[in-house]
């Protein structure tokens, strides 16, 4: 069974960076697409970012493209979020969401992963 664990959240200025990570433990990471969602107090978790399985390709939400970049270490199993430009409506409790084999750069929807971390915090204060 496949676990995840996020690191990297905090509270920073507007403005500022921040670069998330996403360690996982398990069955073979090389082998499985991997994403980042978000979710804000009161409102549904959203897809943020997506990698496929051997970083070649990516997609964004609109609300981060040009400020967020997703890569991925596979011989250290490890995923990341890179944030920059951070903004007020960028505070949320960030999951990173993993499916072996899954659906690439077009898995955006929650449905499209089985397995999620426990989530990490990022507040952007004003």
């Known amino acids: 069974q496949v676990q995840l664990v996020e690191s990297g959240g905090g509270l920073v200025q507007a403005g500022d960076s921040l670069r998330l990570s996403c360690a996982a433990s398990g069955r073979a990471f090389s082998s499985s697409t991997i994403g980042w969602f978000r979710q804000a107090p009161e409102k549904e978790r959203e897809f943020v970012a997506v990698?496929?399985?051997?970083?070649?390709?990516?997609n964004y939400s609109d609300s981060v493209k040009g400020r967020f970049t997703i890569a991925r270490d596979n011989p250290k199993n490890t995923a990341y979020l890179q944030m920059t430009s951070l903004k007020p409506e960028d505070t949320a409790v960030y999951y990173c969401?993993?499916?072996?084999w899954g659906f690439g750069a077009s898995a955006v929807k929650v449905a499209d992963y089985d397995v999620w971390g426990q989530g990490t915090q990022v507040t952007v204060s004003s």
């Open positions: 969401a993993t499916k072996f």
């Open positions: 990698i496929n399985r051997n970083g070649l390709m990516t």
